[in-house]
């Protein structure tokens, strides 16, 4: 066993905890006892320190990795319930419809899966993003389009919508 595994196993808990007491207890017992108490401690902290820093290091690159891959995974994606509440209509006429999501506006990945599922169905002659407003101009054929009977549903509820604003 080489000098550094035989340091990382010393266990400096013990003496560590002691010390730091001893600090507290000699609060009142003299300013030398206590000074020297206070070194050692800080002695020994710093000792425990470098022998886990390379944990310490580890766990920081994880946190920090952790949270930069929920931000890029939060920014790419969106479930489909949080984006239909983001989604106000904005203007529907048979065969034509124009909604806004902030959610489309400069994410391209978003934009480009919303506007192939929409192309997906029979009926839909095209979805167009623009990236810059968020703005989403959906063209379709309605008497294709309200053969699929969910799909004639959220005609009529986006119609019905579209009125009252």
Partial sequence: MDVKQKFNRLPLGLPLTVSGLATIATIFAGKKVHIACGAVWGALSILHGLQHAG???????????????????????I???????????????????????????????LAAQVTDFLKSFTGVRDAVVSLPTGGLLITYEPETLRKNHHLANIEKFIAEHAKIK
């Fill in 55 to 77: 944990k310490m290091k580890r766990d920081v690159e994880t946190l920090v990795g952790e949270t930069a891959k929920k931000a890029a995974d939060t920014a790419e994606s």
């Fill in 79 to 109: 479930s489909l319930h949080a984006f239909l509440a983001g989604t106000d209509i904005q203007s529907y006429v048979p065969g034509r419809v124009r909604v806004y999501n902030l959610a489309l506006a400069g994410n391209e990945k």
